[in-house]
């Protein structure tokens, strides 16, 4: 059964490495991938975009094809959503279809401080994608409880529908959104390290230019 893959993010912005990753995991696949914009918990950092302006630019930037869709169920609860959660309620809605967490290598390596993480291969498969420039070691906890699991087979993902670790390669583009707002910051214009469609309205990037 085609999977349906998930990618969350704060995507603020969203650049060419969010979507050029999650466009080949969805080939590797042959998976629907949906864009999740995460609400921020409040301990952590606030996006620069508020959650509207982030989810401007994911319509901007996904516009004009239809592999990859936009998600915005964890912006539309109140608080911050558990992972697990989401997860919980997509399995709920998929019955049997295969669902994959797309996690970028460094997000993966830190899956040990997640909610129920372990819980998290009852509802979901996770696709670890490769993220160049990033330090992502896997703690010892975590590969012991992935290590039966790991597949390197696109098949094993479609013909179940959780419990699996599969690594994706993808084309290694070192590209973060940090590095993004800084250029923007400072007057900079990084013009092909972001989707075409953001250039369309200067109210887009706004947020992030200085006044
Ligand atoms: P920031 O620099 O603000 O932390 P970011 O560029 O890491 O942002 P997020 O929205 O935090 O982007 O990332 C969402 C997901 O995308 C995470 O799983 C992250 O690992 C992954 N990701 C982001 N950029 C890349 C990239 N260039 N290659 C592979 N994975 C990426």
Known sequence: MKPLALFGGTFDPIHIGHLSVAWEASELLDAEVRLMPANVPPHRPAPTASATQRVEMLRAALRGQSRLTLDTRELERSG????????????????????????????????????????LFNVTH??????????????AEVERAVAARRTDDP??????????????AVTPLEVSATRIRELLAAGRDPRYLLPAGLFDDAALLAPYRAP
């Not at 309620?89 to 909610?115: C, I, K, M, Q």
């Open 155 to 168: 098949e094993v993902i479609r013909s179940q529908a959780a419990g699996k670790v599969i690594e994706l």
């Open 80 to 119: 911050p959503s558990y992972t697990y959660d989401t997860l919980e309620e997509l399995r709920r809605e998929a019955g049997e279809r295969p669902l994959v967490l797309l996690l970028g290598a460094d997000a993966f390596a830190g899956l040990r401080s997640w909610h129920r993480w372990r819980e």
């Open 126 to 139: 996770i696709g670890v994608i490769n993220r160049p420039g990033i330090d992502a070691c896997v703690p």
